[in-house]
């Protein structure tokens, strides 16, 4: 199994960015794919959660209705749009899957 995230960066308060994990190594449409994230000195949190082939969806209430996970079969991909980015969005962003975890992209939102 492996899993690449990569499309982290700087961006100021209320910008944008998509981010997208590489998934191989497994069935992609059989198991869920989530974004999780890790801030300094805290824990890491799960953000978003999608089942390829099932399409089922989970959102955090801290990303509610700022970000949206879809996938491109295709390509095997999971991205990640993140939009009315917040300082508090600044992280190490992570993506997993049956218990893989891929190299983190670090996003900062910062003016």
């Known amino acids: 199994v492996q899993l690449q995230a990569s499309g982290g960066g700087l961006v100021q308060p209320g910008g944008s960015l998509r981010l997208s994990c590489a998934a191989s190594?497994?069935?992609?449409?059989?198991?869920?794919i989530g974004w999780f994230r890790q801030a300094p000195g805290k824990d890491r949190e799960g953000v978003a959660c999608?089942?390829?082939?099932?399409?089922?969806?989970y959102y955090s209430d801290s990303v509610k209705g700022r970000c949206t996970i879809f996938t491109d079969n295709a390509k095997n991909m999971v991205h990640l749009q993140m939009n009315s980015l917040k300082p508090e969005d600044t992280a190490v962003y992570y993506c997993?899957?049956?218990?893989?975890w891929g190299q983190g992209t670090q996003v900062t939102v910062s003016s």
């Open positions: 997993n899957s049956r218990g893989f």
């Open positions: 190594g497994f069935p992609f449409d059989d198991y869920a």
């Open positions: 999608i089942t390829p082939g099932l399409g089922s969806i």
